[in-house]
């Protein structure tokens, strides 16, 4: 595989970077700018992290399933995720992130 990525690099890593800005233009848009965004996917992330523990599977339709069963049910775990946290991993201000969080929470992107 590292063959491959290095013989041909400049396709790959072109592709690639396409793919990151149409992806970002697109959460931008969605997320309605680059720190709500950075913010979601700090909140997503933990989301993955507690489910990663919770898991019995790694195939992804049951990763999906549970996804929106601990969503509902919510979860089974001391881990909080804190606005300082995400300030922390994001370099935003705890303000900033409490902020924005706000907001995802008033569009229903998190709850």
Known sequence: METVLQQNFLAIW?????????R???AVDTWGSG???LIFQVIAWHHVLV???QAVSKIR????????QLTKTGFTTRNVLTYSLISSLTSFSVETVRRHV???EKNNWVS
């Open 14 to 22: 072109h592709h690639f970077l396409s793919f990151e800005i149409s």
């Open 24 to 26: 970002s233009k697109l």
């Open 35 to 37: 720190n709500a965004y």
């Open 51 to 53: 489910m990663t523990d």
């Open 61 to 68: 339709d049951e990763a999906v399933e549970l996804w929106f």
């Open 102 to 104: 706000k907001k995802l």
